[in-house]
């Protein structure tokens, strides 16, 4: 065990290092999804209830999770399998799932910054108060977790780079648009509703807003989904990374 | 270069096996091998050459090495563990530099071999020395503490090279080392080479660049078409029998392969290059005829000299713009049938 978290912990500094040229950028964009998302839409409604404000602000953080861990996560890993440095990382004597584990944190914490600010903005913007539970803290990381665990069964699992980065693009436009995140599943056809409900995405949004504000959510339920793909995710992944050629 | 090997060698005077690879059978395409039917073995403290044309199936037998591909038949024993079916035993037993780039951008390159050599169980203590020890050698001092992404090609090769031996495995697998290397620290990347055996790790060496191999290695395989074709020290490849002179005439341009006598009945030719192996008896009678050839205007220049590897390699490969000429063929009839008189008295 001390092993692998010396591994962690190395890995870990490799992939901040090789981040660090990446991250000012990374965390600059974080923050203008943020403001887009709760300012920006919120332009949308020209009269805005204080329900659609709550939908828009905290449904913010839950896009801006899987923003990271959906599409930028599985980007850089199919750039790393088109540059053929990827397998240099594989060829290393530490536990793949160490690895994945030190990329992962990196991910999550890109995440952080642009999360509490769009909370911050959104509730000043929108004048209502958050009303923070301590399960904030397991919700949204479990969150952002089953992002980067779904991310990476796309990156490791399409046959070609080239492959995970037009499944990432696809992505992005169906969770935007069409995604019961930044409003009510009620405003989304019967036959999406259904979909929906076999999909982690509204019940991410439900952890958001079970633990951060007043609004009426079932979170035993959303945790019970999230975390049930969140373990499916990770066993793909998990085989996907120990696969051999 | 300075041959102070230290090798293990067991009671019966033979060096100790280290990997043993027996009938090792791979494709990515049903029914086309990438590998077909390779055993060779690796012993304790040598340099061991892998050379072999693109597409070879040398990387493939590497990545099988190293664990990232699954051979579909036959074994691959390292200190008498089977990492076929261990491959972490194998990432820990090998360092490697893979042929492609390293993903080193954002770190300088202390940072780099550091970081390598932590992850290989090296001490922080003895990987910053050994890092600077490889910095101060391979003269990179100027680079030590910049980042990669201003590096050069061949800066980032030295990198690599240093993170695959700052904590060398007890095999040190180099592909394509001095790829984009200036000639001057590809002088020294070998001295660190050879060094590394006396440091009790074997190397296998995967290369294109035949001449350099030749001084390097103490044996090697030769792979074509995922195949061993040749296998053994460069001296006993290189011999034939009595057939361990070289024999090359340059043709003035535009003037076609002349016929060919006897002696030269296994001839390659490339372009308007033309090079034979003789026995020491047949060198008179080649001089001869090249001398009159000369005369002729037909050959500009020729040299006799003993056979290199570049002969045997070009030999058990082919080349892509070589082809071998039997005796008596030719494409240019009346040049042939000047010839013909010489090599008559030539080979009389």
């Given amino acids: 065990m001390p092993q692998s978290l010396r591994s962690y912990g190395l890995m870990l500094k490799w992939q901040a290092l090789s981040n660090k040229p990446l991250l000012p950028l990374e965390a600059a964009v974080q923050v203008m999804i943020a403001v887009g998302f709760v300012i920006g839409l919120s332009f949308l409604y020209p009269d805005i209830s204080p329900t659609t404000a709550k939908f828009l602000t905290t449904g913010a953080p839950t896009l801006i999770l899987l923003m990271t861990g959906l599409v930028l996560a599985p980007q850089i890993i199919a750039m790393a399998r088109t540059e053929g440095t990827f397998e240099y990382i594989w060829s290393l004597p530490i536990p793949r799932m160490v690895y994945l584990a030190a990329d992962a944190t990196v991910w999550v914490l890109v995440s952080l910054p642009g999360v509490v600010i769009a909370l911050a903005i959104g509730a000043i913007y929108h004048g209502f108060s958050l009303e923070v539970s301590p399960l904030v803290v397991p919700a949204l990381l479990l969150v952002a977790l089953t992002g980067v665990f779904i991310g990476y069964t796309i990156a490791y699992g399409a046959p070609k780079p080239q492959l995970a980065h037009l499944a990432t693009q696809i992505i992005v436009f169906l969770i935007m648009l069409f995604s019961p995140v930044i409003y009510p599943i009620e405003q989304v056809p019967s036959w999406l509703a259904t979909l929906h409900r076999g999909l982690p995405i509204q019940y991410m949004a439900d952890l958001s807003r079970g633990t951060l504000t007043d609004l009426d959510v079932n979170i035993g339920l959303a945790f019970g989904v999230v975390s049930a793909w969140c373990v499916v995710a990770f066993i793909i992944t998990s085989v996907l990374i120990h696969r051999r050629r | ?348």
């Avoid at chain 2, 395409?29 to 693109?54: A, K, T, W």
């Avoid at chain 2, 037909?298 to 070589?322: N, Q, R």
Wanted: charged residues 25%.
């Fill in chain 2, 1 to 348: 270069m300075k041959r102070d090997v230290t090798m293990k060698v067991n009671e019966s005077g033979v060096q100790d096996v280290v990997l043993e690879i027996d009938k090792l059978h791979k494709s990515y395409v049903r029914g086309i091998l990438v590998n077909d039917n390779i055993s060779l073995s690796l012993r304790q403290g040598e340099i061991f050459g892998l050379l072999g044309p693109n597409g070879a199936g040398k990387t493939t037998l590497v990545n099988q090495i190293i664990g990232l591909v699954k051979p579909d038949s036959g074994s691959i024993m390292l200190d008498s563990v089977d990492i076929v079916a261990n491959p972490g035993y194998a990432r820990q037993a090998c360092s490697f530099q893979a042929q492609t780039q390293v993903p080193i951008t954002g770190l300088t390159a202390r940072q780099a071999i550091e970081l390598v050599g932590r992850i290989r169980g090296g001490s922080a203590r003895h990987v910053r020395e050994r890092a600077w020890e490889l910095i101060d050698q391979l003269e990179m001092e100027e680079w030590a503490n910049k980042t990669a992404d201003s590096f050069s090609g061949g800066m980032r090769r030295l990198v690599a090279f240093c993170m695959a031996v700052v904590v060398p495995g007890r095999i040190v697998i180099l592909d394509e080392p001095t790829n984009d290397v200036d000639p001057l620290r590809r002088r020294l990347l070998w001295q660190k080479v050879r060094a590394l055996t006396g440091m009790g790790s074997t190397v296998l060496l995967v290369t294109h660049n035949i001449i350099e191999a030749e001084r390097a290695v103490d044996r090697l395989a030769i792979v074509n078409e995922g195949k061993v074709v040749g296998m053994g020290t460069p001296g006993s490849l290189k011999e034939n029998g009595n057939n361990n002179m070289r024999f090359e005439l340059i043709l003035e341009p535009m003037v076609e392969a002349p016929v060919l006598p006897e002696f030269m009945q296994h001839t390659v030719v490339t372009g308007q290059r033309l090079v034979t192996r003789l026995t020491e008896g047949d060198m008179a009678p080649a001089i001869q005829w090249a001398r009159g050839l000369k005369e002729m205007g037909i050959v500009e220049e020729f040299s006799i000299g003993p056979i290199t590897l570049e002969d045997v390699y070009v030999k058990m490969v082919g080349h892509a713009d070589a082809q071998e000429m039997m005796e008596g063929e030719t494409n240019h009839a009346p040049i042939a049938s000047q010839l013909r008189t010489y090599a008559k008295v030539a080979g009389s």
